[in-house]
């Protein structure tokens, strides 16, 4: 006889928004069915609708998730540390983070999929978490801030590109004032 282990709902819904989180990186909000992702979660489709609703709220939730673990990410790099030490630690830490495929995926096809107000909303709501948190915990100008996220949005896209892995020289070029001033 087999026995198997009772799990929550909230562990459930965590277990979703992992399966999730792979499946609409690698397909997008549009192109991913909810049967593939509570096949993935080991549920029924009824019950992954029961758990979020619709495909829609369950991508928001993934989206959310994502952003506020990148936030986590960024608090536990910074504990302790202030201004360009700071950044620096983040820096460090989202250039680890970009190492997981499906994190990055999923970040990319959340920022495709703003053109829905209500996903576009979630996003901007996420990001603007870490804004406030880089520009609280760095205490530097405004104009520090911007290049760290606009390196952090070259670095997505060269990630995406696999230029992280199998770099050409044109992207060695952009990158070099980022890793000479590590």
């Not at 792979?22 to 509570?38: C, M, N, Q, W, Y």
């Not at 696999?162 to 980022?178: K, M, Q, Y």
Request: charged share 30%; hydrophobic share 40%.
């Amino acid at each position: 006889m087999t026995t198997t282990t009772r799990h929550s709902a909230e562990e459930r819904r965590e277990d979703v928004l992992d399966a999730a989180l792979v499946e609409f990186a690698e397909r997008g909000l549009e192109g991913t069915s909810t049967e593939d992702i509570a096949r993935r979660a080991g549920i029924s489709q009824p019950y992954l609708f029961r758990l979020f609703g619709t495909k829609k709220e369950l991508f928001k939730a993934a989206v959310a998730r994502c952003m506020r673990e990148t936030l986590e990410v960024f608090q536990r790099a910074a504990e302790g540390k202030r201004g360009e030490e700071a950044l620096k630690a983040m820096g460090v830490a989202y250039v680890e983070l970009l190492s997981d495929r499906t994190r990055l995926g999923g970040q990319m096809q959340a920022y495709a999929a703003c053109g829905d107000l209500e996903i576009c909303e979630v996003v901007r709501e996420g990001f603007g978490d870490l804004v406030v948190y880089v520009e609280r915990v760095s205490g530097l100008p405004s104009e520090e801030v911007m290049r760290f996220f606009a390196y952090g949005m070259l670095l997505n896209v060269f990630s995406s590109m696999d230029l992280d892995r199998r770099p050409e020289p044109w992207s060695e070029r952009l990158l070099s004032p980022l890793i000479h001033t590590r």
